[in-house]
């Protein structure tokens, strides 16, 4: 099997469209019916086979959801397999499965290991039941440290925590113990996301009804600052706005390549693909995705080509969202441009070192107006 490089080969996403219950805030496609489970493991084959060729070694597999452990073993296996033997993988190929605590156990994680999955990423959310019955959550506190014990069991699988904070409810307190608590198992990964209120969510539904609010910016800054700083003070790099790696060999090799441009493929319905300045994604539908992929046609919903232009823009909008920034050169170099970038470095929200351009703390705090400020649109 063919060496690759490890930030420039593509990535593969199966997207795992299956629940057992829908989280209120969640605005990924996903359904509670089990029914179709059979024919949408034989229609990912049948999309696989579409791109057989089309892609260089992968080095990443993410299966995500959705919620992939909600699949059997037998059901995942015979997933597993059929990418096998329709695609190439590098030999240190970083594969993850996104798990739900009350799904593993570690006779199921040793299975998952021995199916070639090194990367569980463990969606806890919380530990505290009554942020978890918040959330809508069907695991508990008890459940979500029960799975970091079962992970921490087999040594070489890597562990990625995902958790929410900045809710209603949540207290700085409450959310520096659940952090507290999640470091005693040395999670190589931590995924921090402030909780957003979707607009085609029920949370976004219980807003518009005044039912639930945002916290103010004011309160979602203190909590953003709050994780940020300790958790670099214990030993995590602040990679991107949302994501910590214990070790720079640690960070999320997958999702670096959205935030790259490096082509990926989505399989699965309601999946993304990006390759050659082309963005494509699938029917938000699993009943359609298989009918289409059953009668020979593409499951595809919808596609862009990107302009050079749009290319730039959204390497703007994506790098300064993480710790590297971006090339100096991709901006116009205009006057205007270098009298912005210099009152940016002035009032300490980006730093320019060695030809790069790249957010502080506080710029991560503006990172989505950043890249119109540093556009010379005249």
């Known amino acids: 099997m063919q060496q690759s490089n490890l930030t420039e080969s593509p990535g593969l996403y199966v997207h795992v469209p299956f629940c057992k219950t829908k989280c209120p805030y969640c605005d990924f496609y996903s359904t509670t019916s089990r029914s179709a489970v059979k024919e949408w493991l034989s229609a990912v084959q049948k999309e696989a086979l579409l791109y057989a060729k089309q892609f260089a ?48 156990t570690h006779q199921r994680l040793a299975y998952f290991h021995d199916l070639g999955i090194n990367r569980i990423s463990l969606g806890l959310q919380s530990l505290h039941d009554n942020e978890l019955k918040y959330l809508g959550r069907r695991n508990n506190a008890k459940q979500n440290q029960r799975a970091l014990q079962y992970v921490r069991s087999i040594p070489s699988l890597n562990l990625a925590v995902d958790l929410i904070y900045a809710f209603q409810g949540q207290t700085r307190t409450s959310w520096l113990k659940t952090l507290e608590t999640v470091l005693e198992f040395h999670p190589e990964h931590l995924s921090c996301y402030q909780l957003t209120l979707e607009e085609n969510t029920p949370f976004g539904r219980m807003e518009r009804e005044g ?43 997958h999702n670096t390549k959205y935030w790259r441009h490096i082509p990926y493929l989505g399989l699965g319905p309601g999946a993304h693909s990006f390759q050659a300045g082309i963005r494509w994604w699938n029917l938000k539908s699993v ?92």
């Open 287 to 378: 009943e359609l995705y298989c009918q289409a992929l059953a009668g020979g046609q593409t499951p595809m919903a919808g596609s862009e080509s990107l302009s050079q232009e749009q290319l730039t823009l959204e390497s703007l909008y994506l790098g300064l969202r993480t710790k590297d920034g971006i090339s100096a050169r991709i901006l116009d170099g205009s006057h205007q441009v270098k009298h912005t970038l210099g009152q940016l470095q002035a009032a300490g929200l980006v730093e320019l070192t060695n030809g790069k351009v790249m957010p502080t703390l506080k710029g991560f705090l503006v990172a989505d107006s950043l890249p119109l400020m540093l556009l010379d649109l005249d």
């Open 57 to 104: 070694d992968f080095n990443t597999l993410y299966l995500g959801g959705g919620t992939p452990t909600s699949l059997s073993d037998l059901e995942l296996t015979l997933l597993i397999e059929s990418l096998r033997k329709h695609f190439s993988f590098s030999r240190d190929t970083e594969v993850t499965l996104e798990a739900n605590p009350d799904d593993i």
């Open 211 to 253: 039912q639930i609010r945002p916290l103010s910016e004011d309160e979602q800054s203190d909590f953003f600052l709050t994780t940020s700083e300790f958790l670099e003070a214990s030993g995590y790099i602040h990679y991107e706005i949302s994501n910590f790696a214990r070790s720079p060999e640690h960070l999320s090799r």
